[in-house]
Nanobody
Framework: QVQVVETGGGPVQVGDSLRLSCTAS????????MGWFRRAPGKEREVVAA????????YYEESVKGRFTISRDNSKNMVFLQMRSLKPEDTATYYC????????????????????WGRGTQVIVSS
């Protein structure tokens, strides 16, 4: 049974940094795309960052470019999101997503392309 678990969220101050981690278990995901999405209160879910299997193709949502860094460790089935210079508008529940098909693909930004999801970890940025 596949499980996806996010850790690392919490309350922080404006300008702080936070690192989110995601571990997928139950099978190997070395060749599948991974991504981070978020849903802010009252807003639609949006992709934050996504990475393909080789880390050679990476996507960032415009508002996080230069502040967030996505990376992955295929030997551990993990994906990370390093967040810096956090802003109040980054407040949201962050979800890790792992593709369940199409290995060796390019980066995926459509949530429909992801078959496995974590339950989310909350990030609250206060001023």
């Amino acid at each position: 049974q596949v499980q996806v678990v996010e850790t690392g969220g919490g309350p922080v101050q404006v300008g702080d940094s936070l690192r989110l981690s995601c571990t997928a278990s139950g099978r190997t995901f070395s060749y599948e795309a991974m991504g981070w999405f978020r849903r802010a209160p009252g807003k639609e879910r949006e992709v934050v960052a996504a990475i393909n299997w080789s880390s050679g193709s990476i996507y960032y949502e415009e508002s996080v470019k230069g502040r967030f860094t996505i990376s992955r460790d295929n030997s551990k089935n993990m994906v990370f999101l390093q967040m810096r210079s956090l802003k109040p508008e980054d407040t949201a529940t962050y979800y890790c997503a792992v593709a369940d098909s199409d290995p060796y693909s390019r980066v995926k930004t459509d949530p429909k392309d992801y078959g496995y999801w974590g339950r989310g970890t909350q990030v609250i940025v206060s001023s």
